[in-house]
């Protein structure tokens, strides 16, 4: 049986011991922020806006605590990007709130392996999230500038699986293809051909359809043999999808 004063020395030892791990996880908290001042933000975006909701993929919250979401959006706005809303970028488009970003990428269901392809580059923060997650990551943005500005961005911060150009999203990149997931971050009245002919068996292709200025149907394809499987996700908004498919 331990005496009394051994009781109160281990007791104090124990105290010790907690206060000195607690000054040392505040120190390594410290360190990280003044290597990354958004860390903290980053990691409150992830608990509260997607792990509070219905984002359960462990692979795609790990990549949302590692993408610098600040560094794809306009100086101006560097405090807000970790906020619940969508962020403009330029030329009259805009980086989608940060659960819509999730939960389309959470709807690929990837594993890996896959390759790829996103039509609506953007900014580049969704083909950075991708990156994290799939083998290779085709994207393509109908507007040039943005497609140079996102292709600078991803190759300075390390994405070497990431393949940036400027062209016709409704096209896809036949190339390329076929692609195990498809993306298409701006909104279509209905699905583009090409890009159905582009998605590989068994692939998932996840869309907002419906019209433009108007909330339109997240929705998922599932390419089989016997043709498309088709499920809705629910309500968004996107800009619409421009180019080519305005002519059908």
């Known amino acids: 049986m331990l005496s009394i004063k051994k009781f109160v020395l281990y007791k104090f030892l124990a105290v010790v011991l907690a206060a000195l791990c607690a000054a040392g996880c505040k120190e390594k908290m410290k360190r990280e922020e003044r290597h990354d ?4 933000a980053r990691e409150q975006m ?6 509070a909701r219905d984002i359960t993929d462990e692979r795609v919250l790990a990549a949302f605590r590692k ?3 600040h560094a794809f959006v306009p100086d101006s706005y560097q405090t807000s990007a970790y906020g619940d809303f969508p962020l403009p970028i330029g030329e009259d488009q805009t980086i989608s709130q940060p659960y819509m970003v999730a939960l389309m990428t959470q709807l690929l269901e990837l594993k890996g392996t896959e390759k790829v392809l996103e039509v609506g580059t953007g900014s580049g923060y969704q083909a950075a999230i991708l990156g994290e997650l799939a083998a290779e990551v085709y994207t393509i943005e109908l507007l040039s500038g943005l497609a140079e500005t996102a292709e600078k961005r991803l190759d300075s911060l390390g994405y070497k699986n990431v393949h940036v150009k400027a062209g016709d999203g409704y096209l896809g990149w036949p190339e390329a293809a076929p692609f195990e997931g498809i993306i298409i971050t701006c909104a279509p009245e209905k699905l583009p051909q090409p890009l159905v002919e582009q998605l590989a068996i068994g692939g998932r292709l996840v869309v907002p359809i419906g019209p433009q200025h108007r909330a339109q149907t997240l929705t998922i394809y599932t390419k089989q043999d016997t043709g498309l499987a088709k499920r809705y996700e629910g309500g968004c908004y996107f800009v619409p999808m421009r180019g080519l498919v305005e002519e059908e």
Request: charged share 25%; hydrophobic share 30%; aromatic share 8%.
């Open 37 to 40: 001042p958004y860390q903290t």
């Open 46 to 51: 992830v608990r509260v806006q997607l792990e």
């Open 67 to 69: 993408v610098p979401r």
